[in-house]
């Protein structure tokens, strides 16, 4: 019908390089439309902020390292500046260390459950003030890290790296 022994459409051009074009000219569409996309502002780039910075807050984030020796508590100081290590962007600075005796939900012989304190651990709450804001979509620090109560997050301190859960994020500063 449209395709004749050698294979060529309407005996004129070949499928393969119709398949080619067809190929090439959706690749330059797509490119195209996400260029547009990022110069409009729809997509998120690197130097690009969801929040301005004229609507930055600051931002009470208590990250809670678990069963730790003595040695990484000592090694957190007020002032310490705290890094997401996976993009090694910058979170805030510690301002306050809480030590809290490490526990551990334990289950007897007997099927009893108990809470019980680990042996030579404890449990550091790092309180961090970021420049952030909440938004409908939750907290975010200014440059764009998603901050999601119960979640764990890798950090870098200059003289730690542990990936702490975060238990309490609140405005502290509009």
């Known amino acids: ?33 996400a260029f547009a996309k990022v110069k409009s502002g729809a997509v ?3 130097n690009r902020s969801l929040i301005s910075e004229s609507t930055l807050d600051t931002l009470e984030v208590r990250m809670r390292l678990k069963e730790v020796r003595s040695m990484t508590a000592d090694s957190i100081h007020i002032g310490d500046e705290v890094y997401a290590k996976d993009t090694n962007k910058y979170l805030g600075k510690v301002a306050r260390v809480e030590i809290e005796p490490a526990k551990r ?14 042996p030579e651990r404890m449990d550091v709450i790092m309180v961090l003030e970021v420049m952030g804001s909440r938004t409908d979509n939750g907290y975010f620090t200014g440059n764009n890290i998603h901050l999601v109560y119960g979640s764990s997050m890798e950090i870098l301190t200059p003289t730690i790296q542990s990936t702490p859960e975060i238990e309490g994020l609140a405005v502290i500063k509009k």
């Open 44 to 46: 998120l780039t690197e």
């Open 1 to 33: 019908m449209f395709i004749d022994q050698k294979g060529k459409l309407f005996g004129k051009i070949s499928i393969i390089d119709l398949l080619v074009i067809i190929v090439v000219i959706v690749a330059v569409l797509g490119s195209v439309l």
């Open 105 to 118: 939900i334990i289950t007897g012989f007997k099927g009893d459950v108990k809470e019980a304190e680990v």
